[in-house]
Nanobody, 124 residues
Framework: QVQLVESGGGLVQAGGSLRLSCAAS????????MGWFRQAPGKEREFVAA????????YYADSVKGRFTISRDNAKNTVYLQMDSLKPEDTAVYYC?????????????????WGQGTQVTVSS
C-alpha cells in the first residue's frame, strides 16, 4: 500500500522559512515523479512544484519561483519543499503527490498517489 506522509508544516511569520518533508513508502520512489500542491480555504488545489526522478528537472509555479525549492533524496524515499520568504498568501494545506509518468506534472490529474496534507500558516 502506497503511503505519502507530509510533515514540517506550522505557523510562521511573513518573511520566514519552513521545510516540508514527504516520506514515501510502498512504491519504487526513485521511479516516480514527485510534486507539491497546495489548497487554501475556499480555493482549488493548485500546483506548487515538481521534480523528476533525479534532482535534475524541477518545475515551479510562477507564484513561488525564486522562493521555494523542491528536492529529493532517493536513498531516504523523501521529497522536500524548502519555502523561504513566505507570504501570507502562501497559507494553505500542502500536499505531496507521486506520479508514475510525466504526462502533466502541473495538473492534479497527472498524479497517482496523494498524501493527507500538512497545514502551513503564514502570519502578517
Amino acid at each position: 500500500q502506497v503511503q505519502l506522509v507530509e510533515s514540517g508544516g506550522g505557523l510562521v511569520q511573513a518573511g520566514g522559512s519552513l521545510r516540508l518533508s514527504c516520506a514515501a513508502s510502498g512504491l519504487i520512489f526513485s521511479s516516480h515523479y514527485m510534486g507539491w500542491f497546495r489548497q487554501a480555504p475556499g480555493k482549488e488545489r493548485e500546483f506548487v512544484a515538481a521534480i523528476g526522478w533525479s534532482s535534475g528537472n524541477t518545475y515551479y509555479a510562477d507564484s513561488v519561483k525564486g522562493r521555494f525549492t523542491i528536492s529529493r533524496d532517493n536513498a531516504k524515499n523523501t521529497v522536500y519543499l524548502q519555502m523561504d520568504s513566505l507570504k501570507p498568501e502562501d497559507t494553505a494545506v500542502y500536499y505531496c503527490a507521486a506520479a508514475k509518468f510525466a504526462y502533466s506534472l502541473t495538473n492534479l490529474r497527472g498524479y497517482d498517489y496523494w498524501g493527507q496534507g500538512t497545514q502551513v500558516t503564514v502570519s502578517s
